[in-house]
């Protein structure tokens, strides 16, 4: 791995991180694939024509149903699910999270309940890193503990030094899988991840204490789970500064096209959500001139493309009032088209914001950019 800032403006930087699966410009937006897909009937080759760099895949939802040891005989996720560029796998502890009411945490690790067939499925750093491995991922995440926000602080105190702890089994078993002849990625990167809830003394520490470990990168975890997105920046304006500045650093499951501003704007490298998919697959669509909904009348007669000037394969070829009558008919080629074009307004986006930190001009692109969504 080589992780190279090419620019700064402020806290925001434009870098470039180099992996054995290709290069990755930053800031970037990772596309999410839970379970090696975007939902929305889109390809990888559609990721490609929509200049997608990195796609997200779900370590829990992966070994739950079809299973990594099978997606590991077909030579891994890349070879898998035909996709020749980087691909980071989350550890699943944020799905653990979710399952809230079937799980039991322990220092070993988490027992719970599959949501699919209700089987009893333990899970701990090392079984998590191990089935990552299977996959054969670009970046791994460390296995970690997501509390929800607010917690009381002496649960947030103890979770966050549980994860620190899993950590530390984390690596030694990345190390321990990477010495076999037969592991499919032994370039595989781990990238640990800052917890503490919303205390920002809890954060600072934990970011101290597993900056001191030299990861491949560092992750914020634990935000957009309850609290408010000011807290959730508050939060960022204290931990980022205490992360290693020569490495790369990524904001868990976040978020809006504001959002993104804003954590670019305070450090972060990375992002992802689901947002995008899931909106266009409602018929929710992000413009320049702020988010639509197609659904509306008015859109019904409506001969222009969902943004004026997008090059998307929706907006070049088909009218709003066509891509409506897709959704009201039930069509999926309306979902597939919304989709496409919100993950190709991120994926533009994200262009932008690297230009305009090349140019020193981001903090004026946000303000315009802000400015004109509100409108």
Not at 282 to 291: E, Q, R
Not at 351 to 370: C, D, H, N, P, V
Request: charged content about 25%; proline content about 3%.
């Amino acid at each position: 791995m080589r992780y190279t800032v090419l620019a700064r403006e402020g806290r925001a930087k434009r870098a470039r991180l180099e992996t054995v699966h290709g290069t990755v410009e930053t800031p970037v937006f990772m596309n999410v694939g839970t379970v090696g897909a975007i939902k929305g009937a889109v390809s990888t080759d559609d990721l490609r024509l929509i200049g997608t760099q990195v796609q997200l895949s779900n370590t829990y939802h992966l070994h739950v149903r079809t299973g990594d040891e099978l997606i590991r005989s077909y030579g891994g996720l890349h070879a898998f699910m035909n996709w020749d560029r980087p691909i980071l796998t989350d550890s699943g502890g944020f799905q653990v999270f979710s399952l809230a009411l079937l799980r039991k945490i322990k220092e070993e690790g988490v027992s719970f309940r599959s949501h699919i067939d209700g089987r009893k499925i333990f899970m701990g750093p090392e079984e998590s890193i191990r089935i990552q491995s299977n996959l054969g991922s670009t970046i791994a995440m460390a296995f970690d503990e997501c509390v929800s926000n607010p917690s009381p602080r002496e649960y947030v105190e103890a979770s966050a030094a549980r994860t620190t702890r899993w950590l530390l089994r984390c690596r030694a078993e990345m190390d321990r899988l990477n010495a076999l002849p037969d592991t499919l990625n032994k370039q595989q990167l781990l990238f640990g991840i800052n917890q503490g809830g919303t205390y920002a003394d809890i954060r600072i520490a934990h970011a101290q204490e597993i900056a001191a470990l030299d990861l491949d990168g560092y992750a914020v975890g634990g935000l957009a789970v309850g609290e408010s997105h000011e807290e959730m920046y508050r939060i960022l304006d204290a931990v980022v500064p205490h992360l290693p500045a020569e490495k790369p650093v990524y904001l868990m499951g976040v978020g809006t096209p504001a959002n993104i501003l804003e954590g670019v704007e305070r450090g972060v490298d990375f992002f992802d959500c689901v947002y995008p998919s899931r909106n266009g697959r409602h018929g929710h669509v992000y413009t320049n001139a702020g988010k639509l909904n197609l659904f509306n009348k008015r859109y019904e007669l409506d001969h222009r493309p969902i943004e004026e000037g997008c090059s998307c394969p929706a907006c070049t070829s088909y009218s709003r009032a066509y891509i409506r009558h897709l959704h009201k008919a039930g069509e999926m080629l309306g979902m597939r088209l919304c989709v496409l074009h919100n993950l190709y307004f991120y994926n533009t986006m994200m262009g932008e914001i690297r230009s305009a930190i090349e140019q020193g001009e981001f903090a004026a692109y946000k303000k315009r950019k802000l400015a004109g969504m509100a409108g």
